[in-house]
C-alpha cells in the first residue's frame, strides 16, 4: 500500500507541474476552450501511459544499453517541440474562442500532444524512473507494468485539465476578443517553449 501511495504522489506531481505538454494543453484552452482542448489532454496522457508500459516491456533496457538513443530522442524533442513553439508564435491572434466554434483559428491537433510526449525525453526519464523504482521487484512484470501504466493515466488525465480550466479562466480575464493580450501572451509561452527544449538536452551531457 505505501508504494501505491508513493507512485501515485509521483504522478500527481509529474503531471500536475508545469511542462511542454502543460503549455500546450494552456495555449489550447486558452484560444479555443475547454472542449476543444479535452482530446488533446487524453491524447497526451494515453501517451504518457504508453511510453510507461513500452519501458517496462523492455524498451528502457535498450535506452539504457544505448545512450545514444537517448540523445536522438533529445535532439527530436528539440525540433518538435521548436516546431510548435513556432506555429504559437507565427499564429495570428484570433480573438479568444471560448466556445471553440472559430474554424480559422490554429489549433493543436490529436497527434500534437501525443508527438509532442513522444518526442520529449524528459517523459521516457519519467517512464524510467517508475519503472526502475516501483515496478523494478515484482513476479508478473508485465502486469505490474500495466497497472502502473493505467493508474498513470488515471492520475494525469485531471491533472492536465486543472491546466485546461486555467486556460479557459485565463480566456474570460483576458476579455473576449483582445487580441493584444492573447498576442503577448501566446509570443512568451512560445518563449518559453522554445527555451525548454535546449535546456533539457544541455543538461543530459
Not at 508513493?6 to 486558452?30: C, D, E, R, Y
Not at 485531471?158 to 501566446?186: F, I, K, M, R, Y
Request: aromatic fraction near 8%; proline fraction near 4%; include cysteine.
Amino acid at each position: 500500500m505505501q508504494t501505491l501511495v508513493s507512485f501515485m504522489l509521483f504522478a500527481f506531481v509529474a503531471s500536475i507541474t508545469p511542462g511542454p505538454t502543460n503549455l500546450l494543453v494552456l495555449v489550447q484552452s486558452l484560444r479555443h476552450g475547454l472542449k476543444a482542448t479535452l482530446p488533446l489532454v487524453v491524447a497526451a496522457c494515453l501517451a504518457a501511459a504508453a511510453i510507461v508500459w513500452l519501458v517496462g516491456c523492455g524498451l528502457g533496457g535498450l535506452l539504457n544499453a544505448h545512450p545514444s538513443f537517448q540523445t536522438a530522442m533529445g535532439w527530436l524533442g528539440v525540433a518538435w517541440l521548436s516546431y510548435l513553439a513556432w506555429r504559437i508564435f507565427v499564429s495570428a491572434p484570433s480573438g479568444v474562442d471560448i466556445d471553440g466554434e472559430q474554424a480559422n483559428a490554429v489549433r493543436f491537433r490529436i497527434r500534437d500532444a501525443a508527438g509532442l510526449q513522444l518526442s520529449n525525453p524528459k517523459t521516457w526519464m519519467m517512464a524510467l524512473a517508475v519503472v526502475g523504482v516501483f515496478a523494478g521487484h515484482v513476479g508478473d512484470r508485465i502486469e505490474e507494468v500495466t497497472r502502473l501504466a493505467l493508474l498513470f493515466f488515471a492520475i494525469s488525465v485531471p491533472c492536465l485539465s486543472v491546466w485546461a480550466l486555467l486556460g479557459t479562466g485565463a480566456a474570460v480575464q483576458l476579455c473576449t476578443g483582445n487580441d493584444v493580450a492573447e498576442s503577448a501572451h501566446g509570443h512568451a509561452v512560445a518563449g518559453l517553449r522554445l527555451a525548454k527544449p535546449a535546456s533539457g538536452v544541455n543538461s543530459t551531457k
